[in-house]
């Protein structure tokens, strides 16, 4: 089983920046795609940012210019730059892993959420 741990968020003034972090563990894993997903109250999980195994990246339009997405393939690690924050990208924020396990067992994986909260 692959179980990610997040880090970072919290509360920021708008104009600000924060950074978010995201490490998977397990055994016998290989990670494909990794990214940033977000939920505000009332709404659906959004993506936010993803990026491949080889480094393409994929933002949403609303992030785009603000948000830098970057992993670290040996460690298996993802994190998710933001600057100029803005009261709309308030929202849970969760990280995520697509990948293998013991070389044919494909995987989706979530992270427990971290709180993002930009007041203005």
């Known amino acids: 089983q692959v179980q990610l741990v997040e880090s970072g968020g919290g509360l920021v003034q708008a104009g600000g920046s924060l950074r978010l972090s995201c490490a998977a563990s397990?055994?016998?894993?290989?990670?494909?795609?990794m990214g940033w997903y977000r939920q505000a109250p009332g709404k659906e999980r959004e993506l936010v940012a993803d990026?491949?195994?080889?480094?393409?990246?994929n933002y949403a339009d609303s992030v785009k210019g603000r948000f830098t997405i970057s992993r670290d393939n040996a460690k298996n690690t993802v994190a998710l730059q933001m600057h100029n924050l803005k009261p709309e990208d308030t929202a849970v924020y969760y990280c995520?892993?697509?990948?293998?396990?013991?070389?044919?067992?494909?995987?989706?994986?979530w992270g427990q959420g971290t709180q993002v909260t930009v007041s203005s």
């Open positions: 995520n892993a697509d990948g293998v396990l013991y070389g044919s067992v494909r995987f989706r994986a």
């Open positions: 990026i491949t195994s080889v480094g393409v990246t």
């Open positions: 397990g055994s016998s894993f290989s990670v494909d795609a």
